[in-house]
């Protein structure tokens, strides 16, 4: 009865929270829009100070936008970004007392009975929910993955949080138009709530990859899944960072099938782990201990897009390889940025050269190109900030702010590895032979094989 109300009291607790953050925002917001009216701006580094402690006590869905946002140009105030891409998303697991009665309430009071073991504390814990190791009554080791209670109300209210970050934003002049960007980032959060959705994404990359030698998927176990329950089976590995130390080839090799988990999807079928992180990965050894490849985990955040927007991405990396100025416009013109003046196009372009720049350049070479991983895309970031600023705004279409975070997550997952590859090589073999009708009549296939909802477009 004592664990049962200390878990009735945290959940109070952090309902209030919730109320209390809201009004930190608010109150921060209303004081920063004051001085915009009269034309003062001497505290802007301490208002992203001041925002950054009243969105940190959430620890919750909105430092997953706060870590996106931080990573595309002129998104927020870059003081804004700086603060809030330094909160973290991790959350304190909740104790047994609540496990137990929400496990209860997606498998049913004999819910225990259903697993032959069943751990009880969390082995993670994130912003959305927590995992628990089990054992199957075949004897198979498990995963699962439960979600918090009330999180649709949590993940609502850091969505308006956010709302007024971008109406704040929108009274500073701002260099980027973000109102696609609140839509997009809207309808991910929400899908990551649905882990039904997210165990038919598993499935999809489970039947991509199926008998690859670099990439394992988990498998669902469906008769223990719910809508707010995924339990999948367990695959063991290491730690990415414990890797980081092994030889060149080892580190190699583990980057080598990052690279394929990410764009082979894409190229091939027009989806995207959207998540790629550190924590989403675990690398699984040879008989000899050595890296032999990865366990992709975490299909919550996903994206998938029509395959002109594939075309959009080859021909922008095309148009930058030989210098074809009029197919990088139309592979903007592609993407939905409209009305581009040529300053902006080469604004653009910065930015591009950033993110594509190791695909463009054929030879050996770490991601970063002997710049420290401190200063990895900031020189670049900054050039950007100064362009829209002079000749902004510029709307950012929908489909980029994912595909954006994403390849900066990889980038940043190369960079600890301290990998060397040729990626232009490795990006060619990628796209070599992609054909739209191919694309389409491939994805139409999958999707619909994996009960997943087709792209629009």
């Given at each position: 009865m004592i664990a049962d109300d200390d878990e009735r009291n945290r959940l109070t607790r952090r309902l209030r929270r919730y109320g209390r953050v809201g009004a930190n925002v608010g109150g921060v917001a209303a004081r920063i829009a004051g001085r915009r009216l009269f034309g003062l701006d001497p505290e802007r580094d301490k208002d992203a100070a001041s925002l950054a402690a009243a969105l940190g006590g959430l620890k919750g869905p909105i430092m997953k936008v706060a870590q996106l946002l931080a990573t595309i140009p002129e998104a927020l105030p870059a003081e804004y970004a700086a603060e809030l891409?330094?909160?973290?998303?991790?959350?304190?697991?909740?104790?047994?007392?609540?496990?137990?009665?929400?496990?209860?309430?997606?498998?049913g009071p004999e819910w225990e009975a259903k697993f032959g073991t069943f751990e009880h504390e969390a082995t993670a814990s994130a912003s959305l929910g927590q995992v628990h190791k089990a054992l199957s009554h075949d004897g198979r080791l498990l995963a699962a993955k439960l979600q918090y209670p009330d999180m649709q109300s949590a993940v609502e209210a850091d969505l308006a949080q956010l709302a007024v970050l971008f109406s704040l934003h929108r009274r500073m002049r701002p260099a980027i138009e973000t109102s696609e960007m609140m839509q997009e980032i809207a309808a991910r959060l929400r899908e990551e709530l649905d882990y039904e959705l997210e165990g038919r994404h598993m499935g999809l990359y489970g039947a991509i990859f199926a008998g690859d030698p670099l990439i394992r998927v988990p498998e669902i176990v469906p008769e223990l899944s719910t809508k707010r329950l995924l339990t999948m089976t367990w695959l063991s590995g290491g730690r990415l960072l414990d890797y980081t130390g092994r030889s060149l080839d080892e580190r190699n090799r583990i980057a080598e099938a990052i690279f394929r988990a990410w764009w082979y999807p894409f190229s091939r079928y027009g989806v995207i782990h959207g998540d790629p992180h550190l924590g989403n990965y675990t690398v699984f050894e040879d008989a000899s201990g050595k890296a032999a490849g990865i366990n992709l985990l975490d299909y919550g955040c996903m994206r998938s897009f029509a395959p002109k927007f594939i075309q959009g991405v080859v021909d922008l990396y095309r148009g930058l390889l030989v210098g074809d100025r009029a197919l990088v416009v139309h592979a903007y013109d592609t993407w939905g940025f409209g009305g581009l003046s040529n300053e902006l196009i080469d604004i653009l372009n910065i930015w591009a050269k950033f993110i594509y720049g190791p695909m463009l350049d054929d030879r050996v070479r770490t991601i970063a190109d002997e710049v420290s991983p401190g200063m990895y895309g900031r020189r670049e970031a900054f050039r950007v900030h100064q362009g829209l600023r002079d000749h902004g705004p510029v709307k950012v279409p929908r489909e980029f702010v994912f595909m954006d975070?994403?390849?900066?997550?990889?980038?940043?997952?190369?960079?600890?590895?301290?990998?060397?590859?040729?990626?232009?090589?490795?990006?060619?073999?990628?796209?070599?032979?992609?054909?739209?009708?191919?694309?389409?009549?491939?994805?139409?296939?999958?999707?619909?094989?994996?009960?997943?909802?087709l792209p629009e477009g």
């Open positions: 891409g330094q909160l973290q998303s991790q959350a304190p697991p909740m104790g047994w007392p609540f496990v137990r009665r929400r496990m209860a309430a997606e498998l975070r994403a390849a900066i997550g990889l980038g940043g997952v190369f960079l600890h590895l301290g990998a060397e590859l040729n990626f232009h090589r490795l990006f060619e073999e990628t796209i070599a032979g992609v054909d739209l009708a191919d694309v389409a009549g491939r994805q139409r296939e999958a999707f619909t094989a994996a009960g997943v909802p």
